[in-house]
C-alpha cells in the first residue's frame, strides 16, 4: 500500500469571493471550507472501517426506516446513523441500553458541522444478534398469548390427508414419507415445497401456511400440516425464528405439527405451533396411526359392541321372563272369574233377599186376611182393605225398584269388564316380545356394519399401495445386490454390477454392463 503524504491545507481549491464580500486573507475561511478540511483530514487520516463498543441511548427510527441514535460511554458520547439499508438486515431490534460494537465509517456531517459514524454492521456485545432477536421476538410473542396452551388444538385421531412444508430435496421430506408409508400407507400427503434456509425462506414458508388454508377445501380437505426441515446451524434454522414465520402459523385454521431441526433445536415456531415434534420422523409418527393398533382398537370396539349387544339381549329376556312370570300375565282370566263369582255371589244374595221379604209380605197379608174375617161390618172391611192395598203397592214398588238398582249394577260389573279386555292387551304384549329380538338384531348390524365396511375400505386401500400388485403388471424393481438400494437412474449402473431384479412372481441375479461404453448394446 502506497505511503500517504501528509495533509495540507494549501492545496484545497476556494471558491471565488463573492461581489461585495471583503478579501479573503490567507487565514480566513468560510465555515463550509472549515467542515470540508475537516471531512478531508477524516477521509484521508481515519481508518474507512471502525469498530466502536458503547452503550445504545437516544434512540429513534422516523418513518423513513433509518436509525439515530448515539454511542456512550463513562467518558464521551458518539452520533451513529444507520441507512434503511443496513437496518433493514438487522436480526434484532435495538434498544436504548444495550451495549454493541457499531462497525463503519466516520464522517462529517456538513450542515451542522458534527462527526458521526455511518453504522455498516451493529453487534450485540457478549451474545449473538440471532440470539437476542430470538430472545426479543420470543418475549413479545409470549406476551401476545402466542404460546398460551388454551389456543393449541388436539390432532385428529384418524387423519385421511396431510400437507407438509419443506423442501422438497431435503432429508426431512424423505422420513416423513419413509414413516407414514410404514404406519400407514392409507394416509394422503400433500408436499408444498419452499426453500427452508436463505434469504427469502421466511415468506416462502409463511405463504405456503397461507395457501395450504387457503386452498384446503378445494384440495380436498387437510387435516394436519407438518412444517419443518432437517438439522443445521442457528443461521440455517433461523427461518423458523422469523415473526412472519410465526404469525402466518398462529394464524392457521389447520392445526399445525412444527419439526425443525434435532431434539435440542427449539425455534418461535415450535412454540406458536399446535404440537412440537423433535424431528420430522417423529412428526409423521404423531399424525399418522400405526394400522396394527387401529386393527387392535376395532377388534376391541367389536367384542365390546358384541358383549353389549350380548348383555342387552339378556336383559331384555330376563325382563320379558319375569314379566311373563307375573300373576296378572300368568292367569290373566283369574280375576274375571274372581268378579264373576262376585257378581253370582251378588245376583244369589238378591234373590234370596227379594224371597224373604216375598214370603214376609206374603205372611202379612195372610194376617191381614185373617183379621179382616173378623170384622162383619162392611165398612170397616173396605177401610182396612184399602189400608192392606195400600201397603202392598207400596211394598210391590219397592220391590221392583230393589230390582232394577241390582240389574243396573250389574250391567255396569259387565261393561268395566268388556272395556278391560285382557285378552287384547295380552295380544299386544306377545306382539312387542315377539319383535323385540329383530329390533335387536337391527340395531347390531346398525352398530357393527358401519365399522365393518370402513375397515374393509381401509384395507382395500391397503392393498392397493401393495408394490406387488403393481409388479403384477408387468412392472420390476432393481436393486443393487450388495446395498439393496433400489436403482432409480441410469447414472447408478456401473461395469460388472451385481444386480438383483424382483419380478410378481420371484426375483433373479444378474451383472449389468456399462452403459457408457461404446458398442455396449450392439
Known amino acids: 500500500m502506497p505511503e500517504r ?5 494549501s492545496r484545497i481549491r476556494r471558491p471565488a469571493p463573492e461581489p461585495g464580500a471583503p478579501p479573503a486573507g490567507p487565514n480566513i475561511l468560510s465555515v463550509r471550507q472549515v467542515n470540508e478540511l475537516i471531512r478531508g483530514a477524516l477521509a484521508r487520516y481515519v481508518p474507512a472501517t471502525l469498530h466502536v463498543l458503547g452503550e445504545i441511548g437516544d434512540l429513534s427510527r422516523p418513518a423513513s426506516g433509518h436509525l439515530y441514535f448515539s454511542l456512550k460511554d463513562p467518558d464521551s458520547e458518539l452520533r451513529c446513523v444507520m441507512w434503511r439499508s443496513s437496518a433493514a438486515r438487522l436480526k434484532f431490534e ?13 464522517e462529517l456531517y456538513t450542515p451542522r458541522g458534527t462527526v458521526q459514524l455511518i453504522v455498516r454492521r451493529l453487534e450485540p456485545r457478549g451474545v449473538g444478534a440471532l440470539e437476542i432477536a430470538f430472545r426479543q421476538l420470543k418475549e413479545r410473542l409470549e406476551r401476545e398469548g402466542l404460546f398460551a396452551a388454551s389456543r393449541k388444538r388436539p390432532l385428529p385421531r384418524i387423519p385421511e390427508r396431510i400437507a407438509v412444508v419443506t423442501s422438497p ?60 426441515r432437517g438439522g443445521g446451524s442457528l443461521e440455517d434454522l433461523w427461518p423458523f425464528n422469523e415473526e412472519v414465520v410465526a404469525r402466518a402459523i398462529a394464524a392457521s385454521r389447520i392445526p ?48 365390546r359392541a358384541a358383549r353389549s349387544v350380548t348383555h342387552a339381549v339378556q336383559l331384555a329376556r330376563a325382563e320379558l321372563e319375569a314379566t311373563l312370570a307375573a300373576a296378572a300375565l300368568a292367569r290373566p282370566l283369574a280375576r274375571i272369574n274372581e268378579r264373576r263369582q262376585l257378581v253370582d255371589e251378588l245376583q244369589q244374595r238378591l234373590h234370596d233377599s227379594l224371597t224373604a221379604a216375598f214370603r214376609r209380605g206374603s205372611e202379612r197379608l195372610a194376617a191381614a186376611g185373617l183379621t179382616l174375617l173378623r170384622f162383619r161390618t162392611g165398612a170397616r172391611f173396605s177401610e182396612a182393605r184399602r189400608v192392606v192395598e195400600q201397603r202392598l203397592h207400596r211394598f210391590l214398588q219397592a220391590l221392583n225398584a230393589m230390582a232394577l238398582s241390582g240389574e243396573h249394577r250389574l250391567a255396569t260389573s259387565l261393561a268395566g269388564l268388556e272395556r278391560a279386555q285382557p285378552a287384547g292387551q295380552l295380544k299386544r304384549y306377545d306382539e312387542y316380545l315377539r319383535h323385540t329380538p329383530e329390533r335387536l338384531a337391527a340395531a347390531v348390524r346398525l352398530a357393527v356394519v358401519p365399522r365393518r365396511r ?25 436393486r443393487d445386490a450388495r446395498s439393496r ?21 420371484g426375483e433373479f441375479h444378474a451383472t449389468a454392463d456399462d452403459p457408457k461404453q461404446p458398442g455396449l448394446f450392439d
Request: hydrophobic share 45%.
Open 485 to 505: 438400494q433400489v436403482i432409480r437412474s441410469v447414472q447408478q449402473i456401473r461395469d460388472k454390477l451385481r444386480i438383483i431384479t424382483e419380478l410378481a412372481d
Open 256 to 303: 399445525i405439527v412444527s419439526a425443525v431441526g434435532h431434539e435440542v433445536d427449539v425455534t418461535i415456531s415450535d412454540l406458536v405451533a399446535d404440537l412440537r415434534a423433535p424431528t420430522p420422523t417423529a412428526a409423521a409418527e404423531l399424525v399418522s396411526p400405526s394400522l396394527a393398533d387401529l386393527l387392535d382398537w376395532l377388534g376391541t370396539q367389536t367384542t
Open 169 to 228: 430435496s431435503g432429508a426431512a421430506i424423505r422420513d416423513i414419507l419413509q414413516t407414514v408409508r410404514r404406519r400407514y400407507p392409507a394416509l394422503e400427503i400433500l408436499l408444498f415445497p419452499v426453500r427452508v434456509q436463505g434469504e427469502g425462506a421466511a415468506e416462502e414458508i409463511a405463504a405456503a401456511v397461507g395457501a395450504l388454508n387457503k386452498h384446503a377445501e378445494a384440495l380436498g380437505g387437510i387435516d394436519v400440516a407438518i412444517v419443518g
Open 5 to 9: 503524504r501528509p495533509f495540507d491545507p
Open 454 to 478: 370402513l375397515l374393509d375400505a381401509r384395507l382395500q386401500a391397503l392393498s392397493a399401495c401393495d408394490p406387488r400388485r403393481v409388479l403384477q403388471r408387468g412392472y420390476s424393481i432393481t
Open 94 to 106: 435495538p434498544e436504548v441500553g444495550l451495549e454493541v460494537i457499531a462497525s463503519g465509517g466516520i
